[in-house]
């Protein structure tokens, strides 16, 4: 016998224990009612089953299940389809897992734009069944951190249906936690992350999740030990906030002490010299945070970061807390679990001890993982990794290896340009590994079970299937392999490879450091390389003419593919070649090559040849404004206003920068009469060097003097 799902379906909520439905529990029935009605006809199978009444979707609790897993049954007597949870997240993942499974909505549906194709009906044999698994890492989440372009950009208008398609995503891919923002921008959001069933953690420069002290006590500059008794007013009233609305609040606390401008507390408090008296200090605080939580709640999962400073504090045995605290180590920003550069000082040093190193200490680890950063240097944000998903599995596998299972925070940022790196993330932390797909694997030169970049390339033709198509996924999948060999590396090393701050930042302090007059080393341009303005200028110039030609190559073959797929009819996959990949290699194309030009017209400003740079700086600004225009010209349906506040980056500022060289280079070479120029470009040959009248007409604007430049020149 068979059971019969169509969209007159119903999901309910029958538990002989519980009778109200649990509120996590309400969101994901939402869902999958939306799912049902999205893919099945609400009319029932006209030809020939239609004696099948809809069946039922019931839901309820199955205590007997391990925390947070569920079973999917088929009861074809009663009609019904049961979905029996553990728990309120059990019971979500398994609502999660009949739309994955059995309708066809992919975790990142939404942000792919991908739609099921459309089913009349969808019949169940009474032996269908899904089951859960236990997961490799207990708390897993994201940090959705530097969320710029969600904080402007709503679905429909609303903010919190931004967020909770977020948190719905997030809790599709089996994630568990949430850092539900940015600092104190986290603090909306709790509320919305709590009802959906999520975990919510604390950002580090928020522990806890308390008000800052200069927020609390403006105008006081914080003490330690003076303003303990403040410090501990804000931790505990953080602590109740959190506590107060349920018997299990659900929160994995963040203890540790950062200054007011997530900076190290010594310099509000720069009493504070040695090593040793800053150990004690930050030692003393997190203890009593620690004795808190334990008053509240005594069950509580504990964490902290071992980030920047405290990581430095923590392997010289200065740093000491209980160890059932989870230890949370930090990649560098770049993929990899190394002590993060911090401006021109890069150590290189692992962060991460392994399971067998004698420094490693009691008690459970986590990780805190970029698949974006924001440096101001050469870090993703806008675009997708530019490291190798190879490289960044053997990373993640390595973690799991050496004892990291305990809690995992990725950094997703706005969601919509990583959801290739989440994707491949989420099944590690589902598995321990990636999954095998069904489809033909691109072919690989290595077999066997440590095969990594054959399970990647199964990995990337599986996702290209489930979001751009069967048809076009072995195309699409080669087009994400030639965007990772694309990336141009800034050393030598897999995780240094420049993301697409490089090519909006170095020229930014290229033409700043021009304009401020001093021409000798570049301070902002050490970490990259030590030595004259000119040298460094050369080395950006160099790395940035070596991805463009790589980048011109990408862009023509996403189009080449997007046609391909238009001739086919396919216009879903033709859209989302040029929204996903297709407008990182046009960021990257246009960006790399106004840091050429402008690299360009700075070495010719140094030579006072201020007519070529100027134009050249020209040149370099219709780049960087053509990279704005890429993203804007990718919003469509929902997604109108989606790239409007890319303020971090902000391509468009790199374009305004090379405005005021224009000026500033008008103003060198044509100042202080501004009639040379003019003359030359927009008069007769024969007039240009009579000088009766300096001029007959308004000067022109930069831009106006600009265009008659290419008119001459681009013939």
Known sequence: MSVILNGSSHVVWRDETVSQTPVAVTYAIEDLTHDVRTVCDQLGDVNGSDSHSPAEIVVRYDRSLAVEQYQVTVDSVANEVIVAGADDLGCVYGLYAISREWLGFEDFWFWNDQRPDYAHMIELPDDAQLESKPAAVRYRGWFVNDEILLMEWNIRNDNELTWRMVFATLLRCGGNLVIPGSGQNEEPHWGLAHRMGLYVNQHHATPLGARLFSEAYPGVKPRWPEDRDKYEALWSEAISQRCASADDPKVVWTIGLRGNSDGAFWNDDQRYKTDEDRGRVLSEAMRDEYDLIRAADPNAPISTYLYSEALELYRKGLLTFPDDVIKIWADNGYGRMMVRRNGNWDPREPAMPRRDDPAARPGANGIYYHVSFYDLQAANHITPMPESPDEVTRELGEVLANGGDSLWIINCSNVKPHTVALDLVARLWRDGRLNSSNCTVIQSDQTGANDIPGQVDAFLVDYCCRYYGEQSAQSVARLWREYWDAAEPFGDAWDQRCGEQFYVYMPRMIATHYLSGDHGEEDDLK?????????????????????????????????????????????????????????????????????????????????????????????????????????????????????????????????????????????????????????????????????????????????????????????
């Open 527 to 715: 970490w990259l390389v030590r030595g004259s303005f000119t040298e460094q200028i050369a080395t950006v110039q160099r790395i940035a003419d070596a991805a463009l030609s790589r980048y011109a190559q990408l862009a023509r073959d996403c189009e080449r593919a997007a046609l391909d797929a238009e001739d086919r009819g396919d216009i879903h996959a033709a859209r989302l070649i040029r929204d996903s990949i297709g407008l990182a290699a046009q960021i990257y194309r246009e960006c790399a090559q106004g840091t050429t030009l402008l690299c360009t017209a700075v070495n010719e400003a140094l030579a006072d040849d201020f007519l070529h740079a100027f134009y050249h700086a020209g040149l370099a600004r219709e780049r960087f404004t053509a990279g704005d225009k890429a993203m804007r010209n990718r919003e469509h349906g929902v997604w109108i206003g989606y790239w409007a506040n890319d303020c971090e980056v902000d391509v468009k500022f790199s374009a305004q920068v090379c405005a005021a060289l224009m000026a500033y280079l008008r103003n060198r070479g044509d100042g202080p009469h501004y009639y040379r120029w003019q003359h030359v470009f927009n008069y007769a040959e024969q007039w240009r060097d009579v000088i009766v009248m300096l001029n007959v007409k308004n000067h022109e604007s930069d831009d106006e003097i600009f265009q008659a430049m290419k008119r001459a020149w681009q013939k």
